[in-house]
């Protein structure tokens, strides 16, 4: 059974830093590409980052590009997404997502597994 | 970036209605590559629908995802209490760029 558990989340400093971890069980990161998306409070869904299943390629939206990186140590099974330059809009619960497709395409899938989410607060 | 349109913001239905949910992109989706997603407060969202019509496992077949191109719908046959959420349709595929809808609450009336 898959099980997705996000750490890492906590109160920080504007310009501060952060590193969120997702530790995945019940399926093989190598496999799978992984996905982090967002939720400020109140508001709606917002994909963050992809990570390929070979963990060639990421990809990352606009409003992050530059600031956040992710990345997987295979050997735990569990994927980071290190954040830095955080600002006020990047408060928000943090999700990390398994796509439902094994081997996948060049670009994120549809999401199939979701873990319980870390709080971020990025607040002075 | 494609964007996604959902209607209603909010729809306000008793338990055993239809209820009809719409989604509308800002350019036709490549292989309909669209899903749905239920999430109850305080909770991570659930698949329900992926590939504009294939029901994720497990999902009750009181759910049903339709359309292509740019028009899709997300049809809950009679609601159940546990249904009232919120809905959100899902991008993907086409591109590095992934774009969720707005979301359509799903209420008692």
């Known amino acids: 059974q898959v099980h997705l558990v996000e750490s890492g989340g906590g109160v920080v400093q504007p310009g501060g830093s952060l590193r969120l971890s997702c530790a995945a069980s019940?399926?093989?990161?190598?496999?799978?590409?992984m996905n982090w998306v967002r939720q400020a409070p109140g508001k709606g869904l917002e994909w963050v980052t992809f990570l390929r299943y070979d963990g060639k390629n990421q990809y990352f939206a606009d409003s992050v590009k530059g600031r956040f990186t992710v990345s997987r140590d295979a050997s735990k099974n569990t994927v980071f997404l290190q954040m830095s330059g955080l600002t006020a809009e990047d408060t928000a619960v943090y999700y990390c997502a398994k796509e439902g497709v094994s081997g996948g395409g060049l670009w994120p899938r549809h999401l199939d597994s979701w873990g319980q989410g870390t709080l971020v607060t990025v607040s002075s | 970036d494609i964007v996604l349109t959902q209607s209603p913001g909010t729809l306000s239905l008793s338990p055993g209605e239809r209820a009809t949910l719409s989604c509308r992109a800002s350019?036709?989706?490549?292989?309909?590559?669209l899903a749905w997603y239920q999430q109850k407060p305080g909770q991570a969202p659930r698949l329900l629908i992926f590939g504009a019509s294939n029901r994720a496992a497990g999902i009750p077949e009181r759910f049903s995802g339709s359309g292509s191109g740019t028009d899709f719908t997300l049809t809950i046959t009679r609601l159940e209490p546990e249904d009232f959420a919120v809905y959100y349709c899902?991008?993907?595929?086409?591109?590095?760029?992934?774009?969720f809808g707005g979301g359509t609450k799903v209420e008692i009336k």
């Open positions: 899902h991008q993907y595929g086409s591109s590095p760029q992934v774009t």
């Open positions: 350019r036709a989706l490549v292989s309909n590559y």
């Open positions: 019940g399926f093989t990161l190598t496999d799978f590409g």
